[in-house]
């Protein structure tokens, strides 16, 4: 399977503990992107990688949050000292950016994240 | 800044019947479209996507869209649920002009098919 992997699916853990999530892009994409989504509302923009510098930020992303994307292949998402508030689905897409872009995305499975 | 939104958090429909899932966006400029679809506890499957060409979009499963600029909608629909259909739908738009071509999503549609 070539699609987008990330990894764990689920995560259940106490608050003010340290999580990482890591997300596998479709191998010959350039872009990678991830998404925030709550129960019941549609994922929410937080950040995005165009090989391995990060362009954007969405002001969702606190300064708990970190994400890397070292070599531009693989991303982790990191989330520090965490609170309830945190517990969502986070989603991981990329993209092939190239002469014709036509901005979809795929999308992995998500990584569901509890804290207790 | 574009947004979308999405009529009707709950659509219920027989099987059989007509889907209409709607979606109306505001943007400056004409967007990118799309339609998602997600399954429980799994990620968005593109269904279909308007990227300036045909304002008359067929995708998988036997959905389609249909680009109105005049109504800056972007309303999905299906002739004949099926019970596989049962799922949430999303609604998005994407920027020509943002070079970031991130994705805004609408807060999606539950679509539940009676037998």
């Known amino acids: 399977d070539t699609g987008v992997s990330q990894n764990p699916r689920h995560k259940i853990t106490k608050r003010g503990q340290n999580v990482t999530f890591r997300c596998d892009p479709i191998s010959e994409h350039n872009r990678l992107y991830w998404y925030r989504q709550t129960l019941g509302q549609g994922p929410e923009f937080l950040t995005y990688f165009q090989n391995e510098a990060q362009l954007e930020k969405s002001r969702l992303l606190s300064d708990r949050f970190s994400a890397e994307r070292p070599k531009g292949s693989f991303s982790t998402l990191e989330i520090q000292r965490t609170e309830q508030g945190d517990s969502a689905m986070y989603l991981c897409?990329?993209?092939?950016?190239?002469?014709?872009?036509?901005?979809?995305?795929?999308f992995g499975e998500g990584s569901r994240l509890t804290v207790l | 800044a574009q947004s979308v939104t999405q009529l009707g958090s709950h659509v219920s429909v027989s099987e059989g019947a007509l889907v209409l899932l709607r979606c109306n966006y505001s943007s400056s400029v004409p967007p990118y479209l799309f339609w998602y679809v997600q399954y429980p506890n799994q990620g968005l499957q593109l269904l279909l996507k308007?990227?300036?060409?045909?304002?008359l979009v067929k995708g998988i499963n036997g959905f389609e869209a249909e680009f109105k600029k005049s109504e800056t909608s972007f309303h999905l629909t299906k002739p004949s649920a099926h019970m596989s259909d049962a799922a949430e739908y999303f609604c998005a738009v994407s920027d020509q002009m943002d070079s970031s071509y991130k994705l805004i999503f609408g807060s999606g549609t539950r679509l539940l098919v009676r037998p």
């Open positions: 897409a990329s993209s092939l950016i190239g002469e014709e872009n036509t901005g979809e995305l795929f």
């Open positions: 308007y990227t300036s060409a045909a304002t």
